[in-house]
């Protein structure tokens, strides 16, 4: 039997069709399940499953086969580094709602031979010879954002030099190496995993239903994905055009990619579809090594992310809030605690909307992270009440969110490297497009430039849009301890604090951490508006947003924090809170312990 489908991290409020289907799966579920619960565990919560225990290597990502091509990688000598690409090109396939060589990448490795961590920027950029108003006269008169699917929302594509940038620094095996599992799968053929079989079928109802509003060319993606409708769980899916691709990366490396026969092939395509980008454009493009930034939370715990343009700041924002209340001191399904958690997710986006962009253009104020910042935003927290609005903090700005479907996966090997990866299309699959003969869909990142001239997220030529995507690291003590991270555009930076304090503040073991019931704030400011208070600004915009809670939140929870102000909705189908993956390190015996999450078909197996 197929199973209800929905598609990917999209938030039920930004979904026209999401909140049928969200009734469908729950209603679905429900006669599934007969109202029976969980069984009983010797260990732990009877809700969870144990984490993942080996020594030599480990490996979790959203699919199984993908996690079995990372660890024959790491068998045949190759480093967490080659795993975790091997890993990626293999869910490119495997999980197409999720992420592909059409999208962005970003990374955090540590090197167990510096002792470092070493952050990698692979977002690509708007074509160089658009500007905002050339932009904005092909959008039409009255438009406020940027459109989801077509040529406007394209950006370079940077994952593919993002993975020979991490190799050429970290890699021990050849890329064609790397790039073989993927490519003779796409010849082969996998069975459909049944998660990522939802995520095709309300992918394709998306896509259909968007063509009304901004007609684009589906061919090629139903061609590749959709020939006789979304495959079935089980079913075999083959995707020759990718394994095609892939094999002139493995041969021609990255120059292939953004300067030889696939570039040329991309970049005819979307001229045709009425694109401004050039070959130049992609022949430009490279990734960018950034610092790692870490914020101290308690008990010798710290969180690491990466700088903007991507969102990661906010979780350490996020952080620095929440140390100043011990929220050990309530249960963890409180509504104390979720209440301190949701309004520091709003005091932390405030700031996101007004400040996140492409450094290159608007550097973040460098106040966003310090504890007396931090102190100042939480003093504004009323432990009582949900506060109606949040204002960004009175930081000077340079002069000058939404939802995503996105891959997470976490590597680690014998010598002690740690890689925490993620990978992302951004809106669906993408924004719809795919260049002939190729096998992967474009990203539609784009979507998140505002149109705002005075925004520093504002669309430039050759500009980087605000990210949503973000890889996570936890270090204990000052040592490697967590490689982690959650997907689903603004659940990620909510979904890594949430598990920072279920570790921290409550115990919780690896899997636990993941599997514990989460909330989801939506809602408040985008780094997509138009400056508050500008002439521009004139979207209604719901400054308090809506709180989504899985079911596992006690009902008097519910209730409590609904007496409190906030508005509270059950979400029972597990989308909207991300996908979990994360392996630690025990610095004494160099054991690793993997977990994966619940909510996908994924993986976490070591040896």
Request: aromatic fraction near 8%.
């Amino acid at each position: 039997m197929r199973l209800i489908s929905l598609m990917g991290a999209c938030v039920l409020a930004a979904c026209p069709v999401a909140a049928q289907d969200a009734a469908n799966v729950a209603d679905t579920t429900a006669a599934a399940t007969q109202g029976i619960g969980p069984g009983a565990r010797p260990v732990g919560a009877d809700w969870s499953r144990s984490p993942v225990v080996a020594r030599e290597g480990m490996a979790a990502t959203a699919h199984p086969l993908a996690t079995q091509v990372a660890l024959d990688i790491l068998k045949a000598g190759g480093s967490a580094v080659d795993a975790a690409i091997a890993a990626n090109a293999a869910l490119g396939l495997m999980e197409p709602t999720g992420n592909g060589i059409g999208g962005d990448l970003f990374a955090i490795v540590y090197d167990p031979a510096t002792g470092h961590l070493h952050g990698i920027n692979g977002s690509g950029r708007s074509p160089a010879g658009q500007t905002l108003e050339q932009l904005r006269a092909r959008l039409g008169d009255g438009a406020t954002s940027i459109p989801p699917v077509g040529p406007l929302p394209v950006t370079v594509p940077g994952t593919v030099d993002a993975w020979f940038a991490l190799h050429d620094r970290f890699g021990k095996l050849p890329m064609a190496d790397n790039l073989a599992p993927t490519i003779r799968y796409a010849r082969e053929g996998h069975p459909v995993a049944p998660v990522i079989e939802m995520y095709l079928a309300r992918a394709l109802r998306s896509y259909e239903a968007r063509q009304e509003e901004h007609p684009f060319d589906f061919a090629n993606a139903r061609a590749t994905w959709f020939a006789d409708g979304p495959p079935a769980p089980g079913e075999i899916f083959r995707n020759p055009d990718l394994a095609d691709t892939l094999e002139r990366i493995a041969a021609g490396g990255r120059d292939e990619f953004y300067e030889g026969e696939t570039a040329r092939i991309m970049v005819d395509y979307l001229r045709r579809q009425g694109s401004a980008f050039t070959l130049a454009d992609f022949a430009a493009h490279e990734s960018e090594w950034v610092d790692v930034a870490c914020v101290a939370y308690r008990d010798g715990y710290e969180l690491c992310e990466l700088p903007p343009n991507s969102q990661g700041y906010a979780a350490l924002q996020m952080v620095n809030i929440l140390k100043n209340v011990d929220l050990a001191q309530w249960e963890r399904g409180s509504a104390q605690v979720l209440h301190y958690i949701t309004e520091a997710k709003r005091l932390a986006f405030a700031d996101v909307a007004r400040f996140y962009a492409d450094p290159d253009f608007a550097a973040a104020p460098a106040e966003l992270l310090s504890e007396e910042y931090g102190r100042a935003r939480f003093a504004l927290i009323d432990p009582e009440r949900a506060t109606p609005a949040f204002a960004a903090g009175d930081l000077v700005a340079p002069q000058l969110e939404g939802p995503g479907d996105t891959t997470y996966l976490t590597v680690a090997d014998r010598d002690g490297m740690m890689v925490s990866l993620i990978q992302s299309n951004y809106r669906g699959m993408g924004g719809g497009l795919v260049a002939d003969g190729l096998g992967f869909m474009f990203q539609d990142r784009g979507e998140l430039f505002s149109l705002d001239p005075e925004h520093p997220n504002a669309y430039a030529p050759a500009k980087r849009p605000f990210h949503t995507i973000i890889p996570a690291f936890v270090k204990k003590d000052g040592k490697p301890f967590m490689s982690f991270g959650l997907m689903g555009g603004g659940m990620q930076p909510q979904g890594h604090v949430q598990v920072l304090v279920n570790l921290v503040d409550f115990g919780m073991n690896l899997q636990e951490a993941g599997d514990a019931a989460r909330l989801m704030h939506d809602g408040g400011r985008q780094p997509t508006d138009a400056l508050a208070g500008s002439a521009a600004d004139s979207m209604a915009v719901d400054d308090l947003g809506t709180l989504f809670v899985e079911p596992g939140i006690p009902a008097a929870t519910v209730e409590a924090l609904r007496a409190m102000g906030h508005k509270v909705e059950i979400e029972r189908t597990g989308i909207p809170f991300g996908g979990y993956q994360a392996i630690a390190r025990d610095p004494e015996s160099g054991v690793y312990t993997g977990a994966t999450e619940m909510r996908k078909d994924g993986q976490a197996s070591g040896y």
